[in-house]
Nanobody
Framework: QVQLVESGGGLVQAGGSLRLSCAASGSIYSINAMGWFRQAPGNERELVAVITRGGSTNYADSVKGRFTISRDNAKNTVYLQMNSLKPEDTAVYYC????????????WGQGTQVTVSS
């Protein structure tokens, strides 16, 4: 099983930036891709960005051009650089891992709160 610890959230004004980090430990050999999700109050959890072990990335349309996902395989850490933040980006952000079969883990970290004020 993989354990995940997210950090880097906070309160920022619209137009500002934040960088989130997620450190993975445990059964990291099973990780094929890592991703960032977010959940705003009253909304379902949504996938924001994914990065594979080889470095391929995908983004939700709502964050394309503003967010960048990256990873440091040596540190088993994934990052989410968020620029030009908008109030609608306010949510709890979670990272997760995907195995080679394409399944996301059922285990989640505690998440990190991002609040963007207008």
């Amino acid at each position: 099983q993989v354990q995940l610890v997210e950090s880097g959230g906070g309160l920022v004004q619209a137009g500002g930036s934040l960088r989130l980090s997620c450190a993975a430990s445990g059964s990291i050999y099973s990780i094929n891709a890592m991703g960032w999700f977010r959940q705003a109050p009253g909304n379902e959890r949504e996938l924001v960005a994914v990065i594979t072990r080889g470095g391929s990335t995908n983004y939700a349309d709502s964050v394309k051009g503003r967010f960048t996902i990256s990873r440091d395989n040596a540190k088993n850490t994934v990052y989410l650089q968020m620029n030009s933040l908008k109030p609608e980006d306010t949510a709890v952000y979670y990272c997760n891992t995907r195995n080679a079969r394409g399944s996301w883990s059922l285990s989640w970290g505690q998440g990190t709160q991002v609040t963007v004020s207008s």
